[in-house]
């Protein structure tokens, strides 16, 4: 047996892909990304005997054609670096969507091993898969696992260390029919022709893909003496339909399979059926999704409130220990005290908020509910220009855009890709909460949860509306269709939820202590220079530069402490909050910052809307910009994008000051 192996896991998004690679691996993961592209690559360790299995986590795709990123990094993967074995990860409660994926696999010519996972869901259904004849009819071993309790694992590993001594012989796994098969063999023949481009990629995989029309596959051959006769091959057919032939084609076979090798598939309608029906109706899905982000703000608030106070309390210690202290010299107190401790602690106090929050979308995300969210806003969504797909990226923007820029390598469209990049900002991120909290707590504490549920729904209309604008003007088309894996209903387990509300919150607190603590050494140094004059007063260099600001934020009712702390926010959304606690000279005091920002003359309800509201939407935070400039891989782009932000938010919020008179009188 071989010292060591290399595995791929490949598979459907939502089959438990993920699942299986954590318990396989367990702390022996490496984490980053795959060479030229913002695609996270996974990869462990582990053993199996004496041998060493190196194991791959590739990206979640529903095929091998070459349509996003994703998908193009999954199957290059397979073919340039060649793993001993590929592990394809089959959600068994829908095993025949799967088995498309499984035909281009085998067409990659690789050695195979099928994991039946969520086997016991399936059972539950009372769907039976026969492994027996998986063997017998596709070649492949399936081994039957339940990635969530650890079961059939340790035997998985064994069948692909087993396969990975086997060799590959999978090639001819579906016949295409005499008149494509005959286009396939002229393709082969040149292909052959080629020997360091036949000795790269298996010449029948190339061949299909070419026919298919796959423009990376049309680049492989770029460059290769034997394009020309492929090229007269690809002029004699109708790609789309010999596309859609050879997909009809690879359906048939799974047809005619199914009812071997799935003996007992159920088709009665079960109560994830029923559930359905209700939340995705046309007219009740969209209110059911409000009604449920509304509770989750609501109860936001309540859970977070005594961890808040805790905070609190332990931050003011801090601030008077050291005040109390008699530290020399006195800019050292002042730095401690009210720069790191005043301006951290004006943003650690939001923690629970923004955890909790965390935490109720992974419960939604992990039971299935999100997915059916993004389906039903896929017909709005269509409608403005943008596809279904869009949607996912938008809903991860609400713990934070970075990741949800990111999240738009899985759009085909490039117009559609940048569209969702451009208006992805407008999403209310983590980073966004605290300042909600703080002004919403202040100026309606008997409202504050709806009120912040009213800044995330604008942010909702805006990007829908910014994209139906983008679409109609500099980035025309027509969205693509949506299709999207339906993972059934689970009960969340707390485990799960919480180290997926981990995942995301630990970026805010990287920012803490780093972004956020820098910024927070900028405003203190600002609001106490030049020696001598009053901490944080308009003589100060903060003070300079918000009176130099306030003009342009006097239409919207901001004074220069608004200014200087909207200026600083371009850092961190976060920084907002600790800047009023510099500013005010309140510190980490959330009680004492409060009654400052409500005797602030320049400040009352309306106001206090707008500016949430500008917070909201007047320009990406630096890590934002930078990930758009790596997405979009353009300046031009990232400088429209601040552009843009900066010019809603002025005018939304200027209209928020000038009707609040008009729109609040009349209640």
């Known amino acids: 047996m071989k010292t060591k192996i290399r595995i791929a896991l490949a598979g459907n998004p939502n089959v438990g892909k993920s699942t299986i690679f954590n318990a396989l691996t367990g702390s022996r993961q490496h984490i980053g990304n795959w060479p030229g592209v913002t695609v996270e690559k996974k990869s462990g360790t582990a053993m199996v005997g004496t041998t060493e299995v190196e194991i791959v986590d590739l990206p979640g795709t529903y095929s091998l054609t070459a349509y996003s990123i994703d998908e193009v990094v999954a199957r290059d993967y397979i073919i340039e670096e060649k793993p001993d074995v590929v592990i394809h990860v089959i959600d068994a409660t829908n095993f ?12 990659l010519g690789v050695p195979l091993v099928i994991a039946l996972n969520m086997s016991d869901e399936a059972e539950k259904k009372g769907t039976m898969i026969n492994r027996s004849l998986i063997k ?5 071993p399936a081994v039957r696992t339940v990635g969530s309790k ?20 999978h090639e ?11 286009h396939i063999a002229g393709i082969v023949a040149a292909l052959e022709g080629d020997p360091v481009l036949s000795a790269r990629y298996p010449p029948r995989w190339l061949a299909i893909r070419l026919l298919e029309g796959d423009s990376n596959a049309l680049e492989k051959i770029t460059g290769s003496p034997k394009k020309a006769a492929v090229d007269a091959v690809l002029q004699s057919i109708d790609t789309e339909k010999t596309e859609a032939a050879m997909a009809d084609r690879r359906y048939e076979v799974i047809a005619a399979l199914l009812p071997q090798v799935c003996t007992t598939c159920v088709k009665e309608m079960n109560a994830s059926d029923i559930i359905d029906r209700v939340v995705t109706d046309r007219w009740l899905g969209i209110p059911i999704f409000l009604a449920l982000m509304w509770a989750a703000f609501e109860l936001t608030f309540a859970v977070a409130a005594p961890f808040m106070s805790a905070i609190d309390a332990i931050m003011a210690s801090l601030g008077g220990y050291i005040a109390a202290s008699g530290m020399e010299p006195a800019w050292l107190a002042s730095l401690l005290g009210d720069g790191i401790i005043g301006g951290m602690g004006a943003v650690l106090i939001f923690i629970p908020n923004i955890f909790i929050l965390l935490f109720i979308l992974s419960l939604l995300e992990d039971s299935g509910y999100l997915a059916r969210a993004a389906f039903v806003m896929d017909r709005l969504m269509y409608a403005i220009g943008l596809p279904g797909k869009s949607f996912i990226p938008m809903l991860i923007g609400f713990g934070c855009n ?24 407008f999403m209310s991120c983590g980073a966004r909460l605290p300042v909600y909290v703080l002004l919403a707590g202040a100026f309606f504490p008997a409202n504050a949860g709806t ?17 139906f604008l983008f679409r109609k003007t500099i980035l025309p088309g027509k969205p693509a269709p949506f299709l999207m894996e339906m993972p059934p209903y689970r009960f969340p387990t707390a485990a799960t939820a919480i180290r997926h509300m981990w995942d995301r919150g630990e970026m805010y607190l990287r920012k803490a202590g780093g ?27 903060a003070g300079m530069l918000g009176l130099l600001l306030e003009p342009l934020f006097a239409p919207l009712g901001f004074d220069w402490k608004v200014a200087v702390a909207l200026l600083f926010g371009f850092i961190a959304k976060e920084i907002v909050v600790g800047s009023f606690g510099v500013l005010y000279g309140t510190g980490d005091d959330e009680g ?37 400039r790596k997405e979009t891989g353009s300046w031009r782009w990232t400088a429209f994008s601040v552009a843009y932000g900066i010019i809603v938010a002025y005018l939304v919020a200027f209209i928020i000051v000038k009707a609040w008179p008009v729109v609040m009188g009349g209640i």
């Open 96 to 107: 025949e969507r799967n088995l498309y994926l499984t035909t281009q696999l085998m067409e």
């Open 150 to 169: 650890g079961e059939g694992l340790d035997e998985l590993l064994r069948a692909a260390a087993k396969e990975a001594e086997t060799s590959p012989h």
């Open 515 to 541: 972004i956020i603590l820098a910024g927070a050494f900028i405003v203190w140094a600002l609001a106490t220079f030049p020696y001598g004059v009053e901490y944080g007063s308009a003589e100060s260099y």
């Open 136 to 140: 017998k009819f596709f070649e492949i």
């Open 402 to 425: 970075v990741p949800a820029i990111m999240a738009t390598r899985t759009i085909e469209d490039r117009n559609d890709r940048l569209i969702t990049i451009l208006v992805n900002p």
């Open 172 to 182: 001819h796994a579906v016949g295409y029919g005499d008149d494509i098969e005959r």
């Open 592 to 628: 004492s910052l409060t009654e400052a920002l409500l005797a602030d003359p320049s400040l009352g309800p309306a106001a206090a809307f707008a500016l949430m509201a500008f917070v909201l939407l007047y320009m990406p935070c630096v890590a934002t910009l930078a990930v758009i």
């Open 451 to 467: 009120v912040v549920f009213v800044l995330y729904v604008l942010g909702i209309a805006l990007a829908i509306g910014s994209a």
